[in-house]
């Protein structure tokens, strides 16, 4: 067999194939028009709680109106995704159809680095310092930072902080929470975190009698480090429960106090 002929028969093949996708394609079109929406299917990217398939599904009947026995190909995916997208916990969402007729929606949640609780308003920031609300099916357990808290957030708030101030305080904690959780140790031994009236951290142990004025959430490698020598260098000279408070917001200073 010439050349010429092989590649007749070749180029055949792929015309060939093209068209049985092509009727296969069509066939799938024509049937998508004909399927109704039978249900819909939740899937979860993540192990977190926040949210469950009986809400998506309640925020779907309320917001977006009856979707079931409408046509798959009429279905408003943009629409599903901007719904579910607006709500507090949930970062982002994927919506599609598949050719049993459910509508699917993928549904990734944000992940809270820390909680706030300012009097009886409580609420989470992610890494990125985005503010939501507590929810009422799932507690997460991260570092809570509680008292005279300087972010003006309503209940039900969702968004990010609103002055200059408060964003760069919010950064601040979120830069000093990444480093007690990468630190291992200051994560699992701090159990409360206190702003105090004039801007101060107190920090509280979960063992011993003494808590850590901490200052500003600034210069936080080196006042963790002090707190790291009071244990190894004052600790082991004057004893547990010697001192009831350890000043480190001070610049090369350990403050104790009985």
């Keep these: ?14 015309c060939a194939l093209g068209l049985v996708c092509y009727a296969i394609a069509k066939m799938n079109e024509e049937r998508r028009h004909q399927v109704t929406c039978a249900g819909v299917k939740v899937e979860f990217a993540d192990d977190f709680n926040f949210v469950t398939a009986e809400d ?10 009856a979707y079931i026995g409408q046509r798959l190909d009429s279905l408003d995916l943009v629409k599903v995704e901007k719904i579910l997208d607006g709500k507090g916990a949930i970062l982002k969402t994927e919506a599609y159809t598949t050719p049993d007729g459910l509508l699917n929606v993928k549904v990734f949640q944000r992940e809270p680095l820390v909680r ?11 890494e990125k310092g985005f503010i939501f609300p507590l929810q009422n099916n799932y507690t997460s357990r991260v570092p809570i930072v509680d008292g005279a808290v300087p972010l003006n ?13 408060e964003k760069q305080w919010l950064s601040r904690i979120i830069a000093m929470v990444t480093f007690m959780e990468a630190s291992k ?3 699992e031994n701090i159990s409360q975190i206190t702003v105090k009236p004039g801007g101060d951290l107190v920090m509280v142990p979960r063992e011993g009698k003494e808590v850590f004025i901490f200052g500003q959430p600034t210069d936080v490698a080196a006042k963790f ?10 600790v082991p000279d004057k004893g547990e429960g010697y001192y009831s408070t350890v000043n480190v917001k001070f610049k090369d200073q350990i403050v104790c106090r009985k």
């Design 1 to 14: 067999m010439n050349k010429s002929i092989r590649i007749a028969l070749v180029t055949a093949l792929f």
């Design 56 to 65: 998506i599904e309640g925020y779907l009947k309320k917001e977006y109106g």
């Design 116 to 126: 706030f609780q300012k009097g009886n308003t409580g609420f989470y920031a992610d």
């Design 153 to 165: 957030v309503a209940s039900g708030y969702k968004g990010e902080a609103k002055t200059p101030q």
């Design 185 to 187: 140790v200051w994560a």
């Design 225 to 234: 480090e002090k707190i790291g020598r009071y244990y190894t260098a004052i």
